[in-house]
């Protein structure tokens, strides 16, 4: 049953899901981007060339309060660390992928990497496929972005207040850990640590001690589990 | 678009596809896989805890007895509430944003 665009069908099919996810919170990156003062060709390049939702979202604050290019990396090292892991997962699955490897590494983002994970349908080109998935996904972001940004430019009303979207996303997500009972600890850790730091070192620097801190606690635990086994 | 947004792009978009793409570049060139038990419970346990600072880091420029305050808290008991009832994402993100801007516009 293979047509000449099987792949094409069964990618558009596996990313539809995706589809109402993407646009919408890439609607509302483009929103808070352009809002905050910030370039409509920023944000588009933002969603192009990152492509990791948390971190483009957390870009808009660290724009405003003038962060420093040190915190910029150690943020996105720490809160992007788990790619490393989905690229791992991957390193048998997009082996000779050729022409598309590329690509297919750098746009490996949850969702797409949810939907890789189930492989490709049978009798399938699989790279192709997958190829075209990782495509179709970024395009929804990007298109989103678009509108967002559009939607700042176009209408003469203003968007205050759509950057809780940032804190909605976020909060959902914990909320999600936190019903899942395994995370609670760590959760936890990371609310209490980052609180405290907070109210030590103020809202201008308290970045880098958390980070610093949740990284060094959870080393150790790593580790003293390591030597259990 | 400005200079500082340009830079801040390079830096996080740089240091994104570094990760992304350095399993496959280890195995490529080493012929070795990068699979680190240690690091990948590190990962496991680093996301939840990073999520839980990240709220802090959203809510950090809100003072307590503003009006601010009064609209944050609602619009993430909203959240949090409905995420539980319907247990959707994109619902639980919308839905409390549309809430806080209005409520942040008439309180």
Known sequence: MKGPNAELRQAFLKSLPVMAGYMTLGTGFGLV?????????????????????????????????????VSMILMTLAVNLRHLFYSISMLDK??????YKPYLEFALTDETFSIVCDGAPENLDAPKYYFLL?????????????????????????????????TALFTVT??????NRKSIPSS????????ACLLIFGKESFLI???AIISAVLLVTVLLEERKR | ??????????IIAAVTVLIRVLPFIITDIFH??????????????????????????CLKDISFGDNTALSAAIALTVCVASYIWKKNTLLSIVVPTLIYMVLTRVI
């Open chain 2, 1 to 10: 678009m400005s200079r500082a947004e340009i830079i801040a792009i390079a």
């Open chain 1, 94 to 99: 997009y082996r000779g992928a050729g022409k």
């Open chain 2, 32 to 57: 070795r896989r990068t699979d680190s038990r240690i690091l990948g419970r590190l990962s496991e346990l680093l996301t939840p805890a990073l999520i839980g600072m990240l709220v802090v880091y």
């Open chain 1, 174 to 179: 914990l909320t999600g850990q936190i019903m």
């Open chain 1, 33 to 69: 981007y352009t809002s905050s003062g910030f370039s409509a060709l920023g944000a588009i390049l933002s969603s192009i060339l990152i492509f990791a939702g948390s971190m483009q979202f957390v870009s808009v604050n660290f724009l405003l309060s003038g962060a420093s290019p």
């Open chain 1, 188 to 195: 936890a850790m990371g609310v209490m640590v980052t609180l």
């Open chain 1, 134 to 166: 990782s495509l179709f996904n970024q395009s929804y972001w990007i298109a989103g972005t678009i509108i967002g940004a559009t939607l700042q430019s176009m209408l003469n009303i203003s968007f205050a207040g759509v950057d809780f979207s940032m």
């Open chain 1, 209 to 211: 001690p958390s980070l």
